[in-house]
DNA sequence: GGCTCCTTATTTACTCGGACATATTAAAGC
DNA sequence: GCTTTAATATGTCCGAGTAAATAAGGAGCC
């Protein structure tokens, strides 16, 4: 039996400190779902094991069942266990992982996230963004492309440095995706945009963004306006290439 | 292979469970939050509506309100609806939606598919596998090319208009997809797949699949295997064209 | 004796019902 | 208009009982 971490759950003579394991403004099982999720995810769990039983684990916790079942839940919902009767929760293979999931995204990104995984996020990225330039280049409206406008506008007065500089700069990104009229694409921006943040961050840290990033969007943006799919795609090639670039360059 | 319901479930002959009706194929909770997902996704209610309290919805379901509550916890994780205090459970709008959960896509074809998100589906698997085709391309082993091979040798053995056949079709893209050794790119074919799915067994009922899809196939296989990205993804996406103009012509 | 097959027993998740706490909104009061 | 208070729905807790799936045990058969 793969037990949990520390068991040492003692019901001596009353000494519980202080039950209020709610560390943030989340609810109580949202704070036991990120938990658990965490530590699948980080591998602290590895897909196979069996988690301790309801009531044991519940109690090590020191939340009722209600709330770790629902907790349960919702990891179930994505993928990342499954419960049967006599045989307990186990977490499943990767491969069954919801790994576009939002919630799931950020968790691997909350430890220390997995190369790999980082790779394919950016993978995918080059291949899906650039695709939507050309979309959003042939079906943009007016309202498209001032909504573009502003979040450059609204990049080249904050900077990059700034939290407000990052949220245009995502804003640009999402106004692209939703000029395709694809709600898959719209959908997929939610996962990529994790992790395109978590590395915009990542690169500020190690010091310095050593590119202006604003003509690059600018340049998008004309073709985007243009209605050139062919020149919008390239310069949103040229973007996500460069930003890989620099990302991979920032990494050691 | 996501889809682990089979709807058409037969009722246990002659033994009529009067006390539990609600649909006994999943386990309870699993019932309720496909009933929901289900009733939500396709309209019934629409973003913005909130629900009726727990208590008054769990007795009309005839359940506790533990099992409702489970279910809704799982919608919560899908992005589907969103509860607070006081303020009661409410449909959250489409953006907020996980269109790309297998669940959530699953419960889109149910019903009556929206046309706009079939669209949807279609135009990100066009961005998708020729991508996917040129990265295996580049990146497969001898293991990847013989799923392939085993595949396309089932696809034409059975043909598609069996059961084993579509199998076939979705191994043999699978195994694409899995070459890239992009975990990302593998869970998207999970959604994917089911919108491909769905539109299969579509032009089979409206008559005759009027094209010999193997030769398409063949040629993508061919491409691979020569380790010629260029062909590769012109030749998927040749195949994926064709695929798309057969659903556009059989939907009238 | 060794084997399969069926029955039983146990373990675990699953469902139930009721109770209390908490948070958020809306009305009442200043 | 702002603060305080009350109402209400979700959130959490508890304890009991049910259903399902595996493991153990025994009857029958080769």
Redesign the pocket.
């Known amino acids: 039996?793969t037990n949990a971490k520390g068991e040492a759950d003692a019901p001596e003579s009353g000494k519980t400190p202080a039950?209020q394991?709610?560390g943030t403004?989340r609810?109580?099982?949202?704070?036991i779902a990120h938990k658990l999720g965490l530590a699948i995810v980080s591998g602290e769990y590895a897909p196979g094991d069996?988690?301790?039983?309801?009531?044991?684990?519940?109690e090590a916790l020191?939340?009722?069942?209600?709330?770790?079942?629902?907790a349960?839940?919702v990891l179930t919902a994505k993928g990342l266990v499954e419960?049967?009767?006599?045989?307990?929760?186990r977490v499943l293979p990767r491969n069954r992982w919801n790994l576009l999931d939002p919630d799931v995204v950020a968790w691997a990104f909350a430890g220390s996230p997995d190369i790999q995984f980082i790779r394919s996020l950016f993978e995918l990225r080059a291949i899906v963004e650039p695709a939507a330039a050309r979309l959003a280049a042939e079906r943009r409206d007016r309202a498209d492309l001032k909504a573009m406008k502003d979040a450059l506008a609204a990049m080249r007065r904050h900077t990059l440095a700034t939290e407000a500089g990052l949220a245009a700069d995502r804003e640009f990104h999402d106004a692209i995706l939703r000029a395709t009229r694809n709600d898959a694409l719209v959908v997929l921006s939610a996962s990529i945009g994790a992790a395109v943040n978590w590395t915009t961050q990542f690169k500020q840290r190690s010091r310095a963004l050593p590119r202006d990033p604003l003509p690059d969007h600018i340049r998008v943006y004309d073709g985007i306006a243009a209605g050139d799919a062919e020149a919008a795609g390239a310069a949103m090639r040229a973007l996500v290439d460069l930003a890989l670039e620099d990302t991979r360059h920032a990494m050691e």
């Open positions: 039996m039950r394991p709610r403004g609810r109580l099982r949202g704070a069996t988690l301790s039983g309801e009531i044991a684990f519940s020191d939340v009722s069942r209600s709330a770790y079942r629902e349960v839940q419960s049967r009767p006599k045989a307990g929760t």
